[in-house]
């Protein structure tokens, strides 16, 4: 799997949108990007995925750029209760192989009031 | 509906003690993983079912560890002769298995101390 990078930690404003980046310039063709986040004391609950198109679900949408070296995660509103860590992972399709998730170190989101 | 669970969700332990902890899947997801979380660490996988076989063990951290699932539902993390640096939250998640795209989801975990 691909290794990717992102920022120990970001601030955001409570309201604002949260953007949070991350690097996987090594991402092969068949390698899609996964989000995760981990609130704290809590297991890591599943945020979006995307290939190459930009996605959005009720959660956030999920940037990825035109040569998928690098993404961007977007909370549009953030609340309080976004402050988590949240993992950037590159991984391949499940009936590839290994399905297990490779998780880095995470950007440590605080959400300031 | 109901998510993933597991038990115990605290786990205290001598060292040399052998542990159970237990994992239920989402009913109808075929595919399983463990993985733990040492303190203010990322997680590390364990190990991946797919129904009752496990075809990615690499995980596994030393022959003290070994993993069953049965009837392709629950599983059973089994640490023999516990050490202390095996102190962890030990995750499990399972996903819809065969092919395709699916995100997993996790349980709460459960933690353990081995003192």
């Known amino acids: 799997d691909a290794k990717t990078t992102q920022p120990p930690s970001m601030d955001c404003a409570e309201g604002r949108a949260a953007n949070l980046p991350c690097n996987h310039s090594?991402?092969?063709?068949?390698?899609?990007v996964y989000w995760y986040r981990q609130i704290h004391s809590q297991g890591p609950q599943y945020i979006i995925h995307?290939?190459?198109n930009n996605e959005t679900n009720e959660m956030a949408s999920l940037i990825i750029t035109e040569d998928r070296k690098s993404s961007t995660l977007i909370l549009p509103h953030a609340t309080l209760r976004d402050t988590a860590v949240y993992y950037c992972?590159?991984?391949?399709?499940?009936?590839?192989?290994?399905?297990?998730?490779?998780f880095g170190s995470g950007t440590r989101l605080q959400v300031q009031p | 509906g109901a998510g993933v669970s597991q038990s115990p969700s605290n786990k205290v332990t001598e060292k040399g003690k052998d542990v159970e902890l237990r994992c239920d899947p989402i009913?109808?997801?075929?595919?399983l993983y463990w993985y733990r979380q040492s303190l203010g660490q990322g997680l590390e996988f364990l190990i991946y079912?797919?129904?009752?076989?496990?075809?990615?063990k690499s995980g596994l951290p030393s022959d003290r560890f070994s993993a069953e699932r049965t009837g392709g539902s629950v599983s059973t993390l089994t640490i023999q002769r516990t050490q202390q640096e095996d102190s962890a939250v030990y995750l499990c998640?399972?996903?819809?298995?065969?092919?395709?795209?699916?995100?997993?989801?996790f349980g709460p975990g459960t933690r353990l101390t081995v003192t």
């Open positions: 992972i590159v991984s391949g399709r499940p009936d590839t192989g290994r399905r297990a998730l490779t």
């Open positions: 090594t991402i092969s063709g068949n390698e899609y």
């Open positions: 079912f797919q129904g009752n076989s496990a075809p990615d």
């Open positions: 998640a399972s996903s819809l298995g065969a092919s395709g795209l699916y995100e997993q989801y």
């Open positions: 995307g290939l190459k």
């Open positions: 009913s109808g997801h075929t595919a």
